[in-house]
């Protein structure tokens, strides 16, 4: 299998859960990244500067990372620009009728056994496959 890495992905998972219980505790905020970013296009008085930091750190740690492992940033698309913008719509909408992203339910709400999140990251995840699948077998990949 190749790009296979489980030490080094479990090590981002665990600090994906390090930092999503940090945002808990000393912000009493879920890190749901579609709930995150929504706040700064729309924004409220003193709830605007730790989402800007968060969103920032987020772009940050991504460009250390190209800096220091620019193998770990390279991408491989297989299917066309249309999919990938299709796609990316498809999230937006689920992110609003679900009422949250996969990392706010998936990692925050998972994490804290909630069962409207357990039962969103199911879904996300079983149509997320279904879809895939069907792009790529029916659809021909668009």
């Not at 772009?59 to 297989?78: F, T, Y």
């Amino acid at each position: 299998m190749e790009g296979f890495t489980p030490v080094l992905s479990t090590i981002g998972g665990a600090l994906i859960g390090l930092a999503a219980i940090g945002l808990l505790f000393a912000n009493g905020r879920i890190a749901g990244i579609s709930g995150i970013t929504a706040g700064i296009l729309r924004p409220r008085k003193n709830d605007t500067q730790w989402r800007v930091l968060f969103v920032a750190g987020l772009l940050l740690g991504a460009l250390l990372i190209r800096w220091v492992h620019p193998e770990a940033m390279a991408i491989r698309i297989d299917v066309s620009n249309a999919a990938v913008l299709l796609g990316g719509f498809l999230v937006g909408i689920g992110t609003r009728i679900g009422n949250g992203c996969t990392s706010g339910h998936g990692v925050c709400g998972v994490g804290r056994l909630a069962p409207r999140s357990l039962v969103a990251s199911a879904v996300f995840f079983s149509l997320a496959v279904l879809t895939s699948w069907l792009i790529r077998h029916v659809a021909g990949g668009l």
